[in-house]
């Protein structure tokens, strides 16, 4: 399942998920805001910085910060996920 590290007042992680939702795609979404230990795994997973929307999937991370839907569709069918 795709893991998605948001915050509340993120416009780019609203835009995913809306995105996701037109995909249906199912999604366990995590806030940072609410969670420092997923916070510090934000900054693991994208080299020190606190980026969102971040996504997982089967171990691999991408940050949607300026979000665009032709980049999400290129990264789920780069892990193996047809949107």
């Known amino acids: 399942m795709l ?4 915050t509340p007042w993120c416009g ?4 995913l998920k809306q995105a996701l939702a037109t995909f249906n795609l199912p999604y ?3 806030n940072i805001d609410q969670h420092p ?4 795994e934000v900054l693991t997973l994208n ?5 969102v929307p971040t996504l997982v999937y089967a171990g691999q991370a991408a940050s ?3 979000f665009s839907v032709a980049r999400l569709r290129a990264w789920l ?3 193996g996920i047809q949107p």
Not at 3 to 6: D, K, T
Not at 12 to 15: G, L, P, R, T, V
């Open 3 to 6: 893991i998605l590290y948001s």
């Open 12 to 15: 780019d992680c609203k835009a």
């Open 28 to 30: 366990r979404e995590i």
């Open 37 to 40: 230990e997923a916070e510090q």
């Open 47 to 51: 080299n020190g910085r606190r980026s």
């Open 64 to 66: 949607f910060s300026g």
């Open 77 to 79: 069918q780069a892990v």
